[in-house]
């Protein structure tokens, strides 16, 4: 009989113990919907348990004097950081839980113990700059994750997809001039943070390993599983990394209230195809997700559900046909735009 794979999964109640003003979008109860979608597929999955990251791990990504804010903060919670970034009496042991989470889920899947897996972390992480707090996120977990990899893994290629509707300005910054690690991004653009435009394509060492996908508002599945077919697999496939880590954000969902796209569970699906085949041809099959934004029931039930369900199938999901370049159409002109840029690295870049 065939088995499903070995999927891990990250849930810890005390993720809920950092907690914002009323109405705030960052909330809670967020993870009630994607714990529903994981409990609907829990005989296929593998509990992770979830621990605090340590001061070293976290400083292999953010500087000493960020941890101290951090910890002045919580000192003083409640306490606003900046106009959306806040936090509570337990946000620093929260913060430390979800970076953690993060380290565990990764390392377990490099380990092989593991073939894939998603943590539903709270606070996300990826807007978190080495010396800043923002966007909701106090530490960058997928960052921090990624740097324990390569510090007790051992591992020398790693890719970090960042398909939340949001650019990870944290986490392009974090790895733009280090060759080690692709940093490849969908995002709404021009939106927050306001960076991620195509031309930002790595420095020094780095140029040519970041990989921003600009898209306008209204893109839904065909743009989005186009983007990725033409423009990350290519590259991906040539970087030939060790493991992927997606920071996973279900902020694209066409019913999501912080954002213009229109992205479904079908697209979720198709994309995690794509990431899927793209790991068993490079690495083993190797994916770690990292939950990021989504602030909507239903775009969080979906995403996860739709993730999940592609990661734990027993033969890989058929990969979503090619997508046509209509001329004139919004995906030629975001495949042209990003194919221009890296054109050096991968001339023939754009084409299936």
């Known amino acids: 009989m065939a088995v499903p794979r070995a999927t891990g999964v990250v849930v810890d109640r005390r993720y809920r113990d950092h907690r914002g003003p009323a109405g705030h979008p960052e909330r809670p109860d967020r993870l009630s919907a994607v714990e529903r979608a994981i409990d609907a597929q829990s005989e296929h999955l593998t509990p992770v348990a979830a621990r605090p990251a340590s001061d070293e791990e976290i400083l292999r990504v953010h500087d000493a004097e960020h941890l101290a804010r951090i910890t002045q903060a919580v000192r003083q919670a ?9 936090v509570s009496a337990e946000s620093l042991a929260v913060a430390r839980l979800a970076a953690g989470g993060a380290i565990e889920l990764a390392r377990q899947v490099a380990s092989g ?9 709270r606070p996300p992480g990826h807007h978190a700059e080495a010396g800043r707090a923002m966007g909701f996120c106090l530490f960058n977990n997928v960052a921090i994750a990624a740097r ?34 692709l940093y490849a991004s969908t995002h709404q653009f021009p939106y927050y943070p306001g960076t991620g435009a195509a031309g930002e394509a790595g420095c020094g060492r780095g140029a040519g390993f970041t990989l921003n996908v600009p898209l ?29 880590l997606v920071s996973c954000g ?24 794509i ?3 793209l790991a068993e041809a490079t690495c083993g099959g190797r994916v770690a997700c990292v939950l990021e934004g989504g602030y909507a029931a239903s775009s969080l039930y979906e995403g996860t559900q739709a993730v999940l369900s592609v990661l734990t199938a027993t033969e890989t999901p058929p990969l979503p046909a090619p997508v046509a370049l209509t001329p004139g159409g919004v995906l030629e002109s975001v495949v042209g735009r990003v194919a221009q840029v890296h054109r050096g690295g991968h001339p023939r870049l754009g084409g299936i």
């Open 78 to 86: 409640p306490l606003n950081l900046d106009p959306d970034t806040y």
């Open 216 to 244: 306008p508002a209204g893109c839904g599945d065909a743009v989005y599983t186009g983007a990725l077919q033409r423009l990350l697999v290519p590259v991906a496939e040539k970087f030939r990394p060790q493991l992927i």
């Open 275 to 277: 990431v899927r085949a």
């Open 113 to 121: 113990r593991l073939q894939s897996g998603l943590a539903a972390v």
């Open 250 to 273: 279900f902020d694209a969902h066409v019913d999501d209230p912080l954002a213009a796209m229109q992205v479904t569970g079908a697209g979720f699906a198709a994309m995690t195809a």
């Open 148 to 181: 324990a990899l390569q510090a007790e893994d051992g591992l020398e290629r790693i890719l970090i997809l960042d398909w939340d509707v949001h650019h990870g300005n944290g986490t392009q910054h974090s790895f733009e001039a280090d060759p080690t690690v």
